[in-house]
């Protein structure tokens, strides 16, 4: 059941404050959004998670026409096609967190699975992440590039860029995008090092448990 628009806005300003006072993203680096019967309501550009309003949260047609507050994130077009792909999702989010970030930026040997899976959690959570070229924020290209994957990846990383998350609610959008950050900085600290891996065959009994 999708959110109304007032209870959307509350989310957004609750969640985001948590994502910013825990250091999940920086500065006016991120943006989220909850879909709502009309449309969705989307975090205005430049806007600090740590500070938004409710009254200046963007309120945006499934066309992408505003129809009340400040004009939404640049990335709008990103979220769009992610909705288009993935109708029962009603939340997206897209952080520059530290960790999912650093791994964008390296080289990636297979773009539909990109993070290691050290541990079951993320694929408890959201499965394989895939991982798109570059494109500059707000490029039609990106907002392409991403909508091709979303349907069978709900988590993930646009290279040299960080990751965005979609999830059929807002709470587990945040705990998948959570999981896709902290799965990044433990295959970051384990580059180099002979860890195990967990197999294709522990990897498909998670698939078929939780990914149903």
Same mark, same amino acid.
């Given at each position: 059941?999708?959110? !109304?628009e007032?209870?959307a806005?509350?989310?957004?300003v609750?969640?985001?404050?948590?994502?910013?006072? *825990?250091?999940?993203?920086?500065?006016?680096s991120?943006?989220?959004s909850? *879909?709502?019967?009309?449309?969705?309501v989307?975090?205005?550009?430049?806007t600090?998670?740590?500070f938004? !309003?409710?009254d200046e949260?963007?309120v945006?047609?499934?066309?992408?026409t505003?129809l009340?507050g400040?004009?939404?994130?640049?990335?709008? *077009?990103?979220?769009?096609?992610?909705?288009?792909? *993935?109708?029962?999702?009603t939340?997206?989010?897209?952080l520059?967190?530290?960790?999912?970030t650093?791994l964008?930026?390296?080289?990636?040997?297979?773009?539909t !699975?990109c993070?290691?899976?050290?541990?079951?959690?993320?694929t408890m959570?959201?499965?394989?992440?895939a991982?798109?070229p570059?494109?500059?924020?707000?490029?039609?290209?990106?907002?392409?590039?991403?909508?091709?994957?979303?349907?069978?990846h709900?988590?993930?990383?646009?290279a040299?860029?960080g990751?965005?998350?979609?999830?059929p609610?807002?709470?587990?959008c945040?705990?998948?995008?959570?999981e896709?950050?902290?799965s990044?900085?433990?295959a970051?600290?384990?580059?180099?090092?002979?860890a195990?891996?967990?197999?294709a065959s522990?990897?498909?009994?998670?698939? !078929?448990?939780?990914?149903?």
């Amino acid at each position: 059941m999708l959110l !109304n628009e007032q209870a959307a806005k509350a989310k957004i300003v609750h969640y985001a404050k948590s994502i910013f006072n *825990r250091g999940l993203t920086a500065g006016a680096s991120a943006n989220m959004s909850i *879909r709502i019967p009309e449309g969705w309501v989307m975090t205005p550009t430049n806007t600090c998670f740590g500070f938004l !309003n409710e009254d200046e949260l963007s309120v945006v047609a499934h066309d992408g026409t505003l129809l009340k507050g400040e004009p939404p994130s640049k990335e709008f *077009r990103l979220h769009k096609a992610i909705y288009e792909q *993935r109708p029962d999702d009603t939340c997206i989010i897209h952080l520059h967190s530290t960790h999912a970030t650093t791994l964008s930026c390296l080289p990636c040997a297979d773009i539909t !699975n990109c993070v290691p899976c050290y541990t079951p959690y993320l694929t408890m959570r959201l499965g394989a992440i895939a991982m798109v070229p570059y494109f500059a924020p707000g490029n039609d290209n990106l907002a392409e590039a991403v909508g091709l994957v979303a349907k069978q990846h709900p988590g993930i990383i646009m290279a040299n860029h960080g990751p965005i998350v979609s999830a059929p609610d807002v709470e587990k959008c945040l705990y998948g995008m959570e999981e896709l950050e902290e799965s990044c900085k433990i295959a970051l600290l384990l580059q180099g090092k002979n860890a195990n891996l967990l197999s294709a065959s522990q990897i498909g009994e998670l698939q !078929n448990t939780f990914n149903k």
